[in-house]
């Protein structure tokens, strides 16, 4: 276990370091600068002034010099600034970091509870599996900005029981959880067919196996024969799909933090990529990243847990 954290960790800051090299060239290579944008918006600045400007901050020098001196940074702590937000970055950063991932832990938790759920139901009562395709095909095909839409309208504006929107500004877990429940509702019912559909067919394959007929055969009631030796088994690919769901909500979740007004990782690196705010855009970027390989490195954790022999 040891040997392949090591080995995940080490694969982790190559791939952060090519990362971020291709995006630092590619934003490079695009035209203009903070300094054209400052030159545009200020008409009384010079060319002399630009030239200044451009060597205050070194983007007078070659791209892979500043690259080099970006990164020497970032490993000694300092994040930058934020000529967006006029902050700096890491004051930007932190917050969206962590509503997301509170977002992202309460969506993925009731996705994957009732998607497993639906799934191993499905599995285990005969004539249950048309009725679980019929649910997930509707979760799986309902637009996302169209169901988030549809919950504010039901319980913001018609029943007035939820915020539209935003943030809490009181203290408090429950007030907290009135401005969680619509946009963890519409995440997780768009997530939660993945994980019926997969523990569905794990579970269908696993009751078929030889051990489980013997484990019946033992008399073993049927709870303990479904989650106590189908589902272990069953778990290692849904376990998976989790993994992968992190870390794309991580920085895929616009859609549902701009319908909700929620500021988190999605609509930041967006609005960092479109006001040209290529120091706060890399640093998102890389973070989502990490927070993906980092989840894909548990999931792999978790899996070799659950069932030992992937360990040899």
């Known amino acids: 276990m040891l040997a392949l954290i090591a080995g995940r960790l080490v694969q982790i800051a190559v791939t952060l370091f090519l990362v971020s090299a291709a995006t630092w060239s590619v934003m490079g290579l695009m035209p203009g600068d903070p300094v054209d944008l400052a030159l545009m ?4 600045l010079t060319a002399e002034d630009a030239a200044r400007l451009r060597a205050l901050h070194g983007l ?13 940074a970032l490993l000694r702590g300092e994040f930058g600034h934020s000529r967006l937000f006029a902050v700096p970055a890491a004051q930007v950063l932190w917050p969206a970091l962590g509503s997301t991932l509170v977002l992202l832990g309460c969506a993925l938790l009731l996705a994957g509870g009732f998607g497993v759920l639906l799934g191993v139901w ?8 048309p009725a679980v395709d019929a649910v997930t095909i509707l979760a799986q095909s309902t637009p996302t900005f169209w169901l988030g839409i549809l919950l504010i309208i039901l319980f913001a504006v018609e029943l007035g029981w939820l915020p539209a929107g ?15 429940a619509l ?28 051990y489980i007929r013997t484990a019946r055969m033992k008399g073993l009631p049927e709870r303990a024969v479904l989650w106590g030796h189908a589902f272990p088994n069953a778990a290692i690919p849904v376990v998976t799909i989790l993994a992968l769901d992190a870390g794309a909500l991580v920085s895929g979740a616009l859609v549902t933090e701009t319908i909700f007004a929620r500021p988190g990782m999605g609509k930041l690196i967006y609005d960092a990529i479109m006001g040209n705010d290529y120091n706060l855009a890399l640093l998102a970027l890389l973070l989502a990243a990490l927070v993906t390989m980092l989840a ?6 978790a899996q070799r847990l659950i069932d030992p022999r992937l360990s040899r």
């Open 41 to 44: 918006s200020d008409p009384q």
């Open 60 to 72: 007078d020098r070659p791209l892979h010099e500043r690259y080099l001196a970006w990164a020497a």
């Open 122 to 129: 499905g599995a285990a009562r005969r004539g249950a599996a």
């Open 166 to 180: 935003g943030l809490a500004e009181a203290p408090g877990l429950a007030e907290a959880a009135r401005f969680l």
């Open 183 to 210: 946009p963890v509702a519409t995440l997780a019912i768009g997530n939660l067919a993945g994980y019926a559909r997969h523990s569905m067919a794990a579970m269908q394959a696993e009751l078929g196996a030889n």
């Open 296 to 301: 894909t490195l548990a999931a792999d954790i």
